[in-house]
């Protein structure tokens, strides 16, 4: 798809397919936790993951809408590499420093899109966009990408300059047990492998 963006204002901007792009709001919330349950597992995100965006700059939401329905979104999260090693294990935390010396990362959590609107460019233009938001912010941004044949999102991210660096077998096991979420594969508890995918600014 050929993406022309045009600034309207701060928080929303319109490309080709008519799509709206804009920072979260919270009247959007319900609808996300939908959109976010079907694809990645009934509890995998919370309420508070979004009400974040709200009260922490370093929590970002985006998200696509098409008539005013919500068609997709993308979380991130901005923080200074010190607080890489703690909130990641350390395979993670090492590979993304072997090659540069980075302060400020940003992990980018997920990006979803409704399944009757997937392949038709919004994962993509979510990704794009957001990296166009955040990128002057960090010297880094990662993801840990399920690794699944359905899941495009591994080829959007190479077509945007990650790199695939780490496999991790049963990446979310401990999680879905602790917090009880039900991956649609797996069930609880998940068994997927993650990919890290590492692109630096």
């Known amino acids: 798809m050929s993406l022309h963006i045009f600034a309207l204002n701060p928080a929303l901007y319109i490309f080709q397919s008519l799509t709206d792009i804009l920072?979260?709001?919270?009247e959007y919330k319900v609808e996300l936790l939908d959109i976010s349950a079907e694809a990645l597992g009934q509890g995998?995100?919370?309420?508070?993951e979004f009400d974040r965006c709200l009260e922490n700059n370093n929590h970002i939401c985006f998200?696509?809408?098409?008539?005013?329905?919500?068609?997709?979104?993308?979380?991130?999260?901005i923080f200074d590499v010190s607080e890489l090693k703690t909130a990641f294990n350390f395979d993670i935390y090492d590979t993304i420093l072997s090659e540069r010396d980075v302060k400020q990362v940003c992990y980018r959590k997920h990006t979803v899109v409704r399944k009757e609107f997937r392949n038709?460019?919004?994962?993509?233009?979510?990704?794009?966009?957001?990296?166009?938001?955040?990128?002057?912010?960090?010297?880094?941004?990662?993801?840990?990408?399920w690794k699944n044949e359905s899941n495009i999102m591994i080829k959007i991210l190479e077509k945007e300059g990650f790199n695939q660096?780490?496999?991790?077998?049963?990446?979310?096991?401990?999680s879905s047990l602790e917090r009880k979420f039900s991956c649609p594969l797996c069930g609880i508890p998940c068994h997927c492998e993650a990919v890290l995918m590492v692109r630096y600014c």
């Open 23 to 26: 920072k979260y709001r919270p």
């Open 44 to 48: 995998y995100v919370s309420e508070t």
């Open 63 to 77: 998200i696509a809408l098409k008539n005013s329905m919500v068609v997709g979104y993308t979380l991130l999260e």
């Open 120 to 145: 038709h460019g919004t994962g993509k233009a979510l990704v794009r966009f957001s990296h166009r938001q955040i990128k002057a912010q960090v010297d880094c941004i990662f993801s840990l990408v």
């Open 165 to 174: 660096k780490l496999t991790l077998p049963d990446y979310w096991r401990e």
